[in-house]
């Protein structure tokens, strides 16, 4: 069992910065490929960006491209997410994922934990 744990959420003006942070209980944090989703006010989860076990492959939606960085410390059991240049329209509440086999995911079906979510707001 691995019990995800984000911080890092909060508001920021539009243009801003917020690094989030997802700390994962257990020892083979290492072997996951790891996720960010998030959820707006009345619409569905989407994904934001994906790493692999290694952090070797990352891939990420267009929508944040350029603006969003996500990176991982295994010795540290965590992953992060870099968000600059933010946007009113990237108010949510983010959401940290972990999948057991370690390549990159990018469905929510293929997630096999999650965390509880840090909100993020955006204002304009």
């Known amino acids: 069992q691995v019990q995800l744990v984000e911080s890092g959420g909060g508001l920021a003006q539009a243009g801003g910065s917020l690094r989030l942070s997802c700390v994962a209980s257990g020892r083979t944090f290492s072997s996951y490929a790891m996720g960010w989703f998030r959820q707006a006010p009345g619409k569905e989860h989407e994904f934001v960006a994906t790493?692999?076990?290694?952090?070797?492959?990352?891939a990420y939606a267009d929508f944040v491209k350029g603006r969003f960085t996500i990176s991982r410390e295994n010795a540290k059991n965590t992953v992060y997410l870099q968000m600059n240049s933010l946007k009113p329209e990237d108010t949510a509440v983010y959401y940290c994922a972990a999948a057991r086999y370690g390549n990159p995911k990018f469905k929510r079906d293929e997630y096999d934990y999650w965390g509880q979510g840090t909100q993020v707001t955006v204002s304009s």
């Open positions: 790493i692999s076990w290694s952090g070797g492959i990352i």
